[in-house]
């Protein structure tokens, strides 16, 4: 006695000790990553990109969209809102036009900086015809009226303006913006003009994308004119606007989850004090699962935060049975500990069973190539077993406590009646099979849901950020399937002469239409390597033999040969000095290597591609590329959607498999019939009939998040086949559904409640994930109440028997 006493105290001290500890890793430790890339691929084309995320977003710069209807107002805002953030305390640095030409003490360094185009034109700028037009163009500048010494200073130092020919090209900004003849980042009507600002941090660290999103609307708010609309786009706002909406989803799924849940189960006993018996386990459980889903590195995904609804919604199903068993105790003239060691002692074993098969189903999800669907099955199917065990420790003595009076008197289902009279008859039972047989047969006919595109999943379409990147494109033009290029090496020198080498390959698929642009480092700052071919390429100009032109031409044009003898000395001796770093001290340029030069172990240097609506264009861009540089990675947000039909393909058919081989060995275990196994296993195959034909008429998605759902409701629903076989092999079939109907349809509703709660989230992967698990559990609790009825009369034909004489 004293040993047993003991043994409880020290389970008590556990659970205290497991409850502190889950606590304050909820409260302290608990976050929601922003990170939409946990949602990515981890192999292929889409690996890649995960890279890239990782390693280029903490660069992204935050895009500011400035329109209305008078483009002196914009401007105004503009110039208002770039001046403002200068002085932000968490922005580094701002750019609202494009950068002059370099400034190099020699201009025939221009080749350094110019792709095969850009070279081609210096070389016709050199040819005496080429070198007269350019000068006459030079001297027009010069007569102009203008203040501006700096400029006519540059002009001396190169007439042929030989430096502003690499520059001439787009900026390759968001959105393939290009600048305005003025500079500013401006469309073509002057309505909407655009400011880029580098934030501090990383937007993958919460603080730092929330202060540099409040800094920035601050200084909007102040900067604002009637009439114009300012929008945020970036990695920051991106990032601050996920984490408020999967917060938001968690909260509000979670507690949707619960009430409805609650509701279920207080209509299914028409007593609300049940609720006094079931919820405090039900949270202590869903406390301990939150606990360990605070320790993810990381954070959660969001598709994981739907555990929290999930585990509410299968939790209170095991309180059904056990509270009904309590009743039942009552009702047998035990009371107190007695009638709840005695409602412990019929419900253990079953409802444990249940929960771990369906723990199981929900750990298939481990097989899965996302990472996110592991952590949402490693929660869920924790929080099943978690929740059970503390159901059947503390619900019986709880429900014993608030039973202490007259056990209410069980209440008829007419429902239960008229299902068992439709399904007692031979005829009757044959009709209810091929009538639930019948969405197979028209899936055979008509198919499967199609698969649709994973972005739609994964990048909730209402973000505000992600608008405003629409409305940039829509106003600057562009294309929304951008490809990038990864040229990765351990050697920066390397990676970087690789990457010239891609943008090279690409300038002339520009040229043929098969792209509308690109944006590369090569432009900017190439490879030493790249720069002394390209001087090389120069020298067999032989520029010194053409320095008696040059003179010759700026006399006869006009120029004053004193004030231009340094262009004139740079033909005659060209410097052959790699440039080192153009980009320094530079805004823009800084901002510009951020974007293309970043390290993950090695060095990545990423170029960007804008692809045209050629349907063969990804695969023209990628044969160049790898002809240019075979190691190189080509990815872009397309690979998500090829990686994840990818997976699709190979997931559902793993996951499923083993979900269901783990569902018949338990079932065979549980019910010790190989027969009453296969009852139930064929409710499962309704229930798939059903959910097909379900997606198809209701138009719902058909993607990786949650076509993944379906395995795992073999595991969640087949527990209402397993009471009502187990219940007819002890009674009979028509006492099974009398006693073990109502409470079947009860734990089916409540976890069906737990998935319809995902239905209020604004994340489009839960909703799909919602949906198809509410309709899917729906769809087992029919096929369970009619095809275990029907399939015992047609296929297992067996006298009714009575309820067993007292013992």
Same mark, same amino acid.
């Given at each position: 006695?004293?040993?047993?006493?003991?043994?409880?105290?020290?389970?008590?001290?556990?659970?205290?000790?497991?409850?502190?500890?889950?606590?304050?890793?909820?409260?302290?430790?608990?976050?929601?990553?922003? +990170?939409?890339?946990?949602?990515?691929?981890?192999?292929?084309?889409?690996?890649?990109?995960?890279?890239?995320?990782?390693?280029?977003?903490?660069?992204?710069?935050?895009?500011?969209?400035?329109?209305?209807?008078?483009?002196?107002?914009?401007?105004?805002?503009?110039?208002?809102?770039?001046?403002?953030?200068?002085?932000?305390?968490?922005?580094?640095?701002?750019?609202?036009? =494009? @950068?002059?030409?370099?400034?190099? &003490?020699?201009?025939?360094?221009?080749?350094?900086?110019?792709?095969?185009?850009?070279?081609?034109?210096?070389?016709?700028?050199?040819?005496?015809?080429?070198?007269?037009?350019?000068?006459?163009?030079?001297?027009?500048?010069?007569?102009?009226?203008?203040?501006?010494?700096?400029? &006519?200073?540059?002009?001396?130092?190169?007439?042929?303006?030989? #430096?502003?020919?690499?520059?001439?090209?787009?900026?390759?900004?968001? %959105?393939?913006?290009?600048?305005?003849?003025?500079? #500013?980042?401006?469309?073509?009507?002057?309505?909407?003009?655009?400011?880029?600002?580098?934030?501090? %941090?990383?937007?993958?660290?919460? *603080?730092?994308?929330?202060?540099?999103?409040?800094?920035?609307?601050?200084?909007?708010?102040?900067?604002?004119?009637?009439?114009?609309?300012?929008?945020?786009?970036?990695?920051?706002?991106?990032?601050?606007?996920?984490?408020?909406?999967?917060?938001?989803?968690?909260?509000?799924?979670?507690?949707?989850?619960?009430?409805?849940?609650?509701?279920?189960?207080?209509?299914?006993?028409?007593?609300?004090?049940?609720?006094?018996?079931?919820?405090? @386990?039900?949270?202590?459980?869903?406390?301990?699962?939150? $606990?360990?889903?605070?320790?993810?590195?990381?954070?959660?995904?969001?598709?994981?935060?739907?555990?929290?609804?999930?585990?509410? *919604?299968?939790?209170? +199903?095991?309180?059904?049975?056990?509270?009904?068993?309590?009743? +039942?105790?009552?009702?047998?003239?035990?009371?107190?500990?007695?009638?709840?060691?005695?409602?412990?002692?019929?419900?253990?074993?079953?409802?444990?069973?249940?929960?771990?098969?369906?723990?199981? $189903?929900?750990?298939?999800?481990?097989?899965?190539?996302?990472?996110?669907?592991?952590?949402?099955?490693?929660?869920?199917?924790? *929080?099943?077993?978690?929740?059970?065990?503390?159901?059947?420790?503390?619900?019986? +003595?709880?429900?014993?406590?608030?039973?202490?009076?007259?056990?209410?008197?069980?209440?008829?289902?007419?429902?239960?009646?008229?299902?068992?009279?439709?399904?007692?008859?031979?005829?009757?039972?044959?009709?209810?099979?091929?009538?639930?047989?019948?969405?197979?047969?028209?899936?055979?006919?008509?198919?499967?849901?199609?698969?649709?595109?994973?972005?739609?999943?994964?990048?909730?379409?209402?973000?505000?950020?992600?608008?405003?990147?629409?409305?940039?494109?829509?106003?600057?033009?562009?294309?929304?399937?951008?490809?990038?290029?990864?040229?990765?090496? @351990?050697?920066?020198?390397?990676?970087?002469?690789? =990457?010239?080498?891609? =943008?090279?390959?690409?300038?002339?698929?520009?040229?043929? %239409?098969?792209?509308?642009?690109?944006?590369?480092?090569?432009?900017?700052?190439?490879?030493?390597?790249?720069?002394?071919?390209?001087?090389?390429?120069?020298?067999?100009?032989?520029?010194?033999?053409?320095?008696?032109?040059?003179?010759?031409?700026?006399?006869?044009? $006009?120029?004053?040969?004193?004030?231009?003898?340094?262009? !004139?000395?740079?033909?005659?001796?060209?410097?052959?000095?790699?440039?080192?770093?153009?980009?320094?001290?530079?805004?823009?340029?800084?901002?510009?290597?951020?974007?293309?030069?970043?390290?993950?172990?090695?060095?990545?240097?990423?170029?960007?591609?804008?692809?045209?609506?050629?349907?063969?264009?990804?695969?023209?861009?990628?044969?160049?590329?790898?002809?240019?540089?075979?190691?190189?990675?080509?990815? $872009?947000?397309?690979?998500?959607?090829?990686?994840?039909?990818?997976?699709?393909? &190979?997931?559902?058919?793993?996951?499923?498999?083993?979900?269901?081989?783990?569902? =018949?060995?338990?079932?065979?275990?549980?019910?010790?019939?190989?027969?009453?196994?296969?009852?139930?296993? #064929?409710?499962?195959?309704?229930?798939?009939?059903?959910?097909?034909?379900?997606?198809?008429? !209701?138009?719902?998605?058909?993607?990786?998040?949650?076509?993944?759902?379906? @395995?795992?409701?073999?595991?969640?629903?087949?527990?209402?086949?397993?009471?009502?076989?187990?219940?007819?092999?002890?009674?009979?079939?028509?006492?099974?559904?009398?006693?073990?109907?109502?409470?079947?349809?009860?734990?089916?509703?409540?976890?069906?409640?737990?998935?319809?709660?995902?239905?209020?989230?604004?994340?489009?992967?839960?909703?799909?994930?919602?949906?198809?698990?509410?309709?899917?559990?729906?769809?087992?609790?029919?096929?369970?109440?009619?095809?275990?009825?029907?399939?015992?009369?047609?296929?297992?034909?067996?006298?009714?028997?009575?309820?067993?004489?007292?013992?």
């Amino acid at each position: 006695m004293i040993g047993h006493v003991r043994g409880s105290w020290l389970i008590l001290a556990a659970v205290a000790v497991v409850t502190a500890l889950s606590a304050y890793l909820t409260v302290e430790k608990l976050t929601v990553s922003s +990170d939409l890339s946990l949602l990515f691929p981890e192999s292929g084309d889409a690996g890649a990109l995960l890279r890239w995320t990782r390693a280029f977003r903490g660069r992204d710069p935050a895009v500011v969209l400035v329109h209305g209807d008078r483009p002196e107002a914009v401007a105004a805002v503009a110039d208002a809102a770039a001046e403002g953030l200068r002085h932000a305390p968490s922005i580094v640095r701002v750019v609202d036009r =494009a @950068p002059l030409p370099p400034v190099l &003490r020699d201009p025939t360094l221009a080749w350094v900086h110019a792709g095969p185009a850009a070279r081609a034109r210096l070389a016709q700028i050199v040819t005496p015809t080429g070198m007269r037009a350019r000068l006459q163009e030079t001297h027009a500048l010069l007569l102009a009226p203008a203040d501006d010494e700096s400029m &006519r200073e540059w002009l001396s130092r190169d007439p042929l303006r030989l #430096a502003q020919v690499p520059w001439e090209a787009s900026l390759g900004l968001p %959105g393939s913006v290009s600048a305005s003849p003025s500079g #500013a980042f401006v469309n073509s009507d002057g309505l909407a003009r655009l400011v880029v600002a580098q934030a501090r %941090g990383s937007p993958f660290a919460s *603080g730092d994308a929330q202060a540099a999103v409040e800094d920035i609307e601050k200084v909007l708010a102040i900067a604002a004119r009637p009439g114009v609309t300012t929008e945020l786009a970036g990695g920051h706002a991106i990032a601050y606007a996920t984490e408020r909406l999967l917060k938001r989803d968690l909260e509000v799924s979670a507690a949707l989850s619960l009430v409805v849940a609650s509701l279920a189960f207080v209509v299914t006993f028409r007593r609300a004090r049940a609720l006094v018996a079931v919820l405090p @386990p039900l949270l202590l459980g869903t406390l301990w699962t939150t $606990g360990l889903a605070a320790v993810i590195p990381g954070g959660m995904s969001g598709v994981a935060i739907a555990f929290a609804a999930v585990v509410v *919604g299968v939790g209170v +199903d095991t309180g059904v049975h056990v509270y009904a068993a309590v009743l +039942d105790a009552r009702r047998a003239g035990f009371s107190g500990l007695d009638a709840a060691r005695v409602a412990r002692a019929a419900t253990w074993r079953p409802t444990l069973v249940a929960a771990a098969v369906a723990a199981i $189903g929900f750990g298939s999800l481990g097989l899965s190539g996302l990472r996110a669907m592991r952590h949402l099955g490693i929660l869920c199917g924790t *929080g099943e077993l978690l929740t059970a065990v503390a159901i059947v420790l503390v619900t019986p +003595d709880i429900g014993a406590w608030l039973e202490r009076g007259t056990p209410p008197v069980p209440r008829r289902a007419p429902w239960i009646e008229w299902l068992g009279r439709h399904t007692s008859t031979r005829r009757g039972a044959t009709i209810a099979l091929l009538l639930c047989a019948a969405p197979m047969g028209l899936l055979a006919v008509i198919g499967w849901p199609r698969a649709a595109g994973a972005i739609v999943s994964i990048r909730p379409r209402s973000l505000p950020p992600l608008v405003a990147e629409e409305h940039v494109r829509s106003l600057f033009g562009g294309h929304p399937g951008q490809s990038i290029v990864l040229s990765i090496d @351990p050697d920066e020198t390397t990676a970087r002469t690789r =990457a010239d080498q891609v =943008a090279e390959a690409l300038e002339p698929l520009e040229k043929e %239409g098969v792209i509308t642009g690109f944006d590369a480092l090569a432009a900017f700052d190439p490879s030493a390597v790249t720069q002394r071919s390209r001087l090389a390429e120069r020298d067999a100009l032989d520029l010194p033999a053409r320095r008696t032109l040059l003179e010759k031409q700026l006399g006869e044009v $006009g120029f004053d040969l004193g004030a231009c003898a340094q262009a !004139l000395e740079a033909f005659a001796h060209p410097s052959h000095e790699v440039v080192e770093d153009p980009a320094e001290g530079a805004d823009v340029r800084s901002w510009v290597m951020a974007r293309h030069l970043a390290r993950d172990n090695e060095t990545l240097v990423a170029t960007y591609v804008d692809l045209s609506d050629d349907p063969d264009a990804a695969r023209l861009v990628r044969e160049a590329v790898l002809r240019a540089d075979p190691l190189a990675a080509v990815t $872009g947000f397309d690979a998500i959607d090829r990686e994840l039909r990818a997976l699709l393909a &190979r997931d559902l058919p793993l996951v499923g498999a083993v979900a269901f081989l783990v569902v =018949a060995v338990a079932m065979r275990l549980a019910l010790k019939s190989g027969r009453h196994a296969l009852v139930a296993l #064929a409710t499962l195959a309704c229930e798939v009939g059903a959910v097909g034909v379900a997606m198809r008429a !209701l138009a719902v998605r058909w993607h990786v998040y949650d076509a993944l759902v379906l @395995p795992v409701l073999f595991g969640v629903t087949i527990d209402e086949s397993m009471f009502l076989l187990h219940a007819a092999r002890e009674h009979s079939m028509s006492e099974a559904l009398r006693t073990q109907g109502p409470l079947v349809a009860a734990t089916a509703l409540t976890t069906a409640a737990g998935f319809a709660a995902l239905l209020a989230c604004r994340f489009d992967g839960l909703r799909d994930l919602g949906a198809v698990g509410a309709f899917g559990v729906l769809a087992g609790l029919a096929a369970a109440l009619v095809v275990v009825p029907a399939a015992t009369r047609v296929l297992l034909p067996s006298p009714e028997r009575g309820p067993p004489e007292p013992r």
